[in-house]
Structures are given as C-alpha cells and as structure tokens.
C-alpha cells in the first residue's frame, strides 16, 4: 500500500503569492510597483555623474517580493515608461538619453538586480531569514554598481568610474540592503511556508 508523499514545505513567502494572481492581478501588481519605483526615483541626493536615489531599495524589494518573473516585467515597464519620456526616472527625468549616458549601465542593470533577489528570495533568501535578505539585496546592488561602473567606464575611463560611479555608492548600497531586508521582515512575518 502506497502512503502519500510528504508535503515539502519551502522558505517561500506568501504575502504576495504572484504565481496565483489572475492576469488583472499581475497587471495591477505591475502598475504599483511602476508607481513605487517612480516614488522612489524622486528620493535622490543629487551627485556627478550619477545621483544617488532611492531606486536601488526599491528594484531589490519589488524583486524580493514579486519574484523573479514578475519582478523583472514590472521593473523592465517602469524602464519602458522612463524609455518614452515618462517623468519617472531619478529626480522626474524621462527620455531614451538617459539609457545612452553616465546612468544607462545602472538602469540597465536594474532588472539583472531586481531578479537576481527575486530568483534568490524563492530559494528562501527571504524576510524570514534577515541577513540573508541582506545579502541577496546587497548582490543585487553589487550587480547595479559593476554593471554601472563598466557602462561608464566606456564614457570617462575606469578609474574615474570607479571613483565616481561605484566608490560612493558602496555605503549607501549596504545601508539600503538592509533597510529592504528589515522591510521584507516586516511585511512578511506573518508568511508561512509554502507545502509543495
């Protein structure tokens, strides 16, 4: 007589259970994350060549919280709308020039970024287990900063890219890291593992 298997039971958070959402709830999960990383775009501490804004804290958690798949769509729309000029872009900027300039290797980074937590989290790098949270986030902003720095460094030279472009950020990429992990904390600690 066969007994049925055991559920396996995985560090997955279920807060936002997107594998399940219909197709309207996938397209409204899209658009608030396409509004909560323009929010996040206006936080910004005005720095050459590149700003330091709030962006990074925010791709980390829409990916830690969406997951990989619809992380990486909502953070690739929000680059689509920055793409044809919507003000949604650090400090309210728009327009296809920005992929082309000092920023364009962060931006495209963002997605790498956004996913890598995702794929990370769903692997039980989640709110449950806070450092290492904080570690996924912090890869993910390690991606950010090095495909940054190689984009700018064909623009003004490795040296001063990685002065200008990784240097100052790496302090600010830490300290994010972890405020995104305490956030995922606190909204996922009522989450309980998912039985496979």
Known sequence: MNSPAPAVTRNTITLLDVQNFTLPGKLAAVLFGTIFLTLSSYVEVPMFPVPMTMQTFA?????????????????????????IGLPVLAGGAGGAQHFLGATG???????????????L???????????????AMAIGNAICLVLGAAWLAMLIGAEQAIMLGVVPFVLGGLLKSALGAMTLKLLTRDAKPVAE
């Open 121 to 135: 989290t769903e692997r039980g790098w989640n709110g449950q287990r806070v450092w290492l949270s904080a570690l």
């Open 59 to 83: 791709v980390m958690l829409v990916g830690a919280l969406y997951g990989w798949r619809l992380g990486g769509v909502t953070i690739v729309a929000w680059l689509a709308e920055g793409a």
């Open 105 to 119: 290797g962060y931006l495209f980074a963002f997605p790498i970024a956004g996913m890598t937590v995702g794929w």
